[in-house]
Structure formats: structure tokens, C-alpha cells
């Protein structure tokens, strides 16, 4: 079993900054990329950001310069540092990771149960 848990949402002022976590625990041989997705109420989820295992990244055009994704592979931890927030970043913020339990087993897709971010105008 694996299991990814998210921390570090809650409300902030429009123009503040807030760190997320997310931890891998379980049976994990390799984690490949790891990302985090948002949600807000009756929208699509949307990539947030993207990082491969040696630490490639990758962003959704309307926060690039305002979030920085990075990873702990020793930890199996990937975090995401918002700065500047504004309200329309409000959201679920969840976390995804692509990990294979075993070598030579199959690469799985694991989702996190998400942490509320608020941003107050």
C-alpha cells in the first residue's frame, strides 16, 4: 500500500505565501514524477506543477514565477512554495506521484486527499 499526505494549506491574505508538503509512505521501490494538481469548486482540476526524479520541472503558465516545486528524494517528499497568492488560487491543492512498488512491477498513478488553500482578497 502506498499513501500520500498532504499539509500546510489553510487561509492566507491575498499576497502572502504558503508552503505545501506532500509525503510518500508505504511500500515505494521508485517514485518517477511528482505534481501537484488543484481543484476549486465547480472547476476541471488543473496541473499546478510537475517534477521528474532528477528534479525537472515543469509549470501551468498562470503560476510560473509565483510557485516553485521542489522534491526530497531521500524523504519521498515533494513540496510546493506559493508566493503572491491571490484569491483565484483558492482550492484544493492535491498531490500526485507515479510510483512502482516493486522492481520490475508496474508504475502506478497515487493521488493524495488534498489540502484546502484560501486566499482572502
Known amino acids: 500500500q502506498v499513501q500520500l499526505v498532504e499539509s500546510g494549506g489553510g487561509l492566507v491574505q491575498a499576497g502572502g505565501s504558503l508552503r505545501l508538503s506532500c509525503a510518500a509512505s508505504?511500500?515505494?521501490?521508485?517514485?518517477?514524477?511528482m505534481g501537484w494538481y488543484r481543484q476549486a469548486p465547480g472547476k476541471q482540476r488543473e496541473l499546478v506543477a510537475v517534477?521528474?526524479?532528477?528534479?525537472?520541472?515543469d509549470y501551468t503558465d498562470s503560476m510560473k514565477g509565483r510557485f516553485t516545486i521542489s522534491r526530497d528524494n531521500a524523504k519521498n517528499t515533494v513540496y510546493l512554495q506559493m508566493s503572491s497568492l491571490k484569491p483565484e488560487d483558492t482550492a484544493v491543492y492535491l498531490c500526485?506521484?507515479?510510483?512502482?512498488?516493486?522492481?520490475?512491477?508496474?508504475?502506478?498513478?497515487?493521488w493524495g486527499q488534498g489540502t484546502q488553500v484560501t486566499v482572502s482578497s
Open positions: 500526485n506521484a507515479d510510483i512502482r512498488s516493486w522492481a520490475g512491477g508496474p508504475e502506478r498513478a497515487f
Open positions: 517534477i521528474t526524479n532528477v528534479g525537472t520541472t
Open positions: 508505504g511500500t515505494i521501490f521508485r517514485i518517477n514524477n
